[in-house]
T-cell receptor, first 116, second 117 residues
């Protein structure tokens, strides 16, 4: 597709279960970002990939969160032993590498996670 | 440290009114980038504008205009003659250059704009 694709669009899980969220960026975009948007909050940065490496993991809220990116394309965000406070919309974005500074980010529609 | 403050949580206006959304930022860098994004009810964020710190010229795009003032660390966004379709959450964001070339954006908490017919 032409845009950033995320799956699943909605996920309901029980507390303590693991979940995987997938992001398929725009073809050719080398930079990929994960953000979290909780109700009434702004966008919270989680992790950023340049190619397959993650220069900045500073936003991951705990060691239950991890992410990987393979082949410079698809990325998976994994949340282990989910907690109710993990409920949020997880947004993925991609951009072209543009030297210094950040180019326009293209966002997916998000994966809404509800932890019961 | 980077920080973006959007003091207005929610704004309601009547159609055709002008409305200004405020954005104040903090950064220690002299080179940085400022952005505005729109998040309509459908949920997908839409890029509106990017401005680098060396360009203080105000910009106008149709009914949208942006006022960048380094002296007050502000990057305000005005919608002229608002329309119902402008109803959305608007986010201001800040990015600083980095060795690797791309930096994550730091977003404000957003301003929810409701335009009433």
């Amino acid at each position: 597709g032409a845009g950033v694709s995320q799956s699943p669009s909605n996920k309901v899980t029980e507390k303590g279960k693991d979940v995987e969220l997938r992001c398929d960026p725009i073809s050719g975009h080398t930079a990929l970002y994960w953000y979290r948007q909780s109700l009434g909050q702004g966008l919270e940065f989680l992790i950023y990939f340049q190619g397959n490496s993650a220069p900045d993991k500073s936003g991951l809220p705990s060691d239950r969160f991890s992410a990987e990116r393979t082949g410079g394309s698809v990325s998976t965000l994994t949340i282990q032993r989910t907690q109710q406070e993990d409920s949020a919309v997880y947004l993925c974005a991609s951009s072209l590498a543009q030297g210094l500074g950040t180019g326009e980010l293209f966002f997916g529609e998000g994966s809404r996670l509800t932890v019961l | 440290a980077q920080k973006v403050t959007q003091a207005q949580t929610e704004i309601s206006v009547v159609e055709k009114e002008d409305v200004t959304l405020d954005c104040v930022y903090e950064t220690r860098d002299t080179t940085y980038y400022l952005f505005w994004y729109k998040q309509p009810p459908s949920g997908e964020l839409v890029f509106l504008i990017r401005r680098n710190s060396f360009d203080e010229q105000n910009e106008i795009s149709g009914r949208y205009s942006w006022n960048f003032q380094k002296s007050t660390s502000s990057f305000n966004f005005t919608i002229t003659a608002s329309q119902v379709v402008d109803s959305a959450v608007y986010f201001c964001a800040l990015s600083e250059p980095w060795n690797s070339g791309n930096t994550p954006l730091v977003f404000g908490k957003g301003t929810r704009l409701s335009v009433i017919a």
